[in-house]
């Protein structure tokens, strides 16, 4: 057992405490207790890390991102697109067939490491390399696990490449989810989907029959998504999930921008997740959701980045600014935005990995930050959130710890030679853009 002490710690439990000067417990990679230090007893030869008083917070939760983004990095397209299909087609669907299996590895190794170093411990992936699909989430899973993040994969099953690519997809959400069982506890694994617009009535009706692993799609990210659907299908792209039998307590939905109020209605009554990405929305220029109207049908909201970066609590703030501009009004969209990040995202990851995360509580997993953050004013149980979005979120990270495993400390990763990964993604990215 290991207790870290004299933290302010943030509990962002059902209590919803900040402990002044405060202890968490560690035991096998659980927390077994969060209490003030005064209060902890316990033999003296019990290991005792000091905090020196700093802020100490849940591991980030980030619900839908693009590892293989990372070497996209300062990728440079003389097209212009004017639409948000162009974009895929001029960006990125050609990048994505141009990735190798070590492109795969080393682009999810670095944002990992980038992920880790913003406070990030659990990231939720939705994968595409079509050139090179049989063992692609095994790279993904390989570079995860190296890095010592929680990690959920799936690949993006789609028609683009035609119908053998699309089953050899489907078959490797099925591969995945064998490979991660006898890996690590860290690791998960959903069915992988493109979207609506993309997939052929023939390959959901194998992804239906395929063993149930929960779905993860965007969804109506954009119009052509609503529009493609219903002229070539006949109905709407929640109804067509829905009648399948995809959506369920397990499905991840995500972008959601152009959902009618009756789709709504579906997604809440499945208990399906729809994640929110506000940056990409914005960077796509594909809409703005009505996250208000949404959290009233009692959708279950989360956020994510779709690949823009590995902090949520970049995108939570972006996400109240937005809301607060499309409406008008700045009083909008606080407590939404609030309970997506605090409860949300550790609802998705719980019902992921099968363990209590994001809060700081006795039996749930030991995955916590710990910031270099000196508060000019207060922090209470009230205001926490603002001190997260307007100074905590972007203080110098002191310490990570995931699954009870110290992975950075004084800033430091402690397991790896970041500047050698970073020197071989540099090397793997200049061979990609070659042939991108």
Partial sequence: MIHYTNG?????????RVISNGTISVDDGRISAVEESSKIAGPTDVHRVDLG?????????????????YLARGLASNASPHTFVEQLETMWWRLDQALSLDDVYWSAKGACIDALKSGTTTVIDHHASPSCIEGSLEACARAISEVGVRGALAYEVT???????????????????????????????????????????????????????GIHVHVAEDRADVTVTRKRYGMGIIERFSKRGLLDTNAIIVHGVHLEDSELGIIADSGAFLVHNPRSNMNNGVGVADLVRYRNTGIHLAIGSDGMGPDPSDEALTAILLQRHRAGDP?????????????????????????????????????????????????????????????????????????????????RILHLDEARICHECRNRAKSLWDRW
């Fill in 53 to 69: 008083g700093r802020i100490v917070m849940p591991g980030q939760i980030l619900g839908h991102t693009h590892l293989y983004s």
């Fill in 8 to 16: 302010v710690i943030i509990t962002n439990d059902a209590d919803n």
């Fill in 331 to 411: 009083s909008t969209a606080w407590p939404v935005i609030q309970d997506m990040y605090c409860r949300g995202n550790p609802r998705l990851a719980e019902q992921t990995f099968g363990v209590p995360i994001g809060r700081l509580s006795d039996g749930a997993a030991a995955d916590f930050v710990v910031r270099d953050y000196y508060p000019p004013t207060p922090v209470t149980p009230g205001n926490w959130w603002a001190h997260l979005l307007f100074g905590l979120n972007h203080s110098p990270i002191h310490m990570v710890v995931v699954d009870g495993d110290e992975l950075i400390r004084d800033g």
């Fill in 159 to 213: 028609d683009r490449h035609g119908p053998e690519d699309a089953r050899a997809g489907i078959e490797e959400n099925i591969r995945a989810a064998e490979y991660v069982k006898g890996v690590s506890s860290l690791l998960a694994a959903r069915m992988g989907l493109h979207a609506s617009f993309t997939l052929s009535d023939e390959t959901l009706d194998l992804v239906a029959d395929a063993p149930r692993l």
